[in-house]
Nanobody, 126 residues
């Protein structure tokens, strides 16, 4: 299992950008699919984006397509979420997650992931 730690959250205005980072510790980072999820107050946790082991498959939820980009650096055991043109509805706690998978599998359900970070708060003011 990987241990995950997110960073990069903060308070920004609508239209601004933020870059979240997730650092992993443990072995065989390149054997894991990585995902980002978020949970807004009073709402269920929802899928945001995921990236396959090679980086070749990157599904996104519809509301962030064209604004968010997920990437990974297997040499540094990190995964990032670049968030541009942020909107107030993007306000949430953002979580990094990992699951050991076959090469192209990129799960989008939170119950498919086995390791989770502690979360980082993103607040977007209007």
């Amino acid at each position: 299992q990987l241990q995950l730690a997110e960073s990069g959250g903060g308070l920004v205005q609508a239209g601004d950008s933020l870059r979240l980072s997730c650092a992993a510790s443990g072995r065989n980072f390149n054997y894991y699919t990585l995902g980002w999820f978020r949970q807004a107050p009073g709402k269920e946790r929802e899928f945001v984006a995921a990236i396959s082991r090679s980086g070749g498959n990157t599904p996104y939820t519809d509301s962030v397509k064209g604004r968010f980009t997920i990437s990974r650096d297997n040499a540094r055991s990190t995964v990032a979420l670049q968030m541009n043109n942020l909107k107030p509805e993007d306000t949430a706690v953002y979580y990094c997650a990992a699951r050991r998978t076959i090469m192209t599998h990129t799960p989008t359900r939170d119950d498919e992931y086995t390791s989770w970070g502690q979360g980082t708060q993103v607040t977007v003011s209007s």
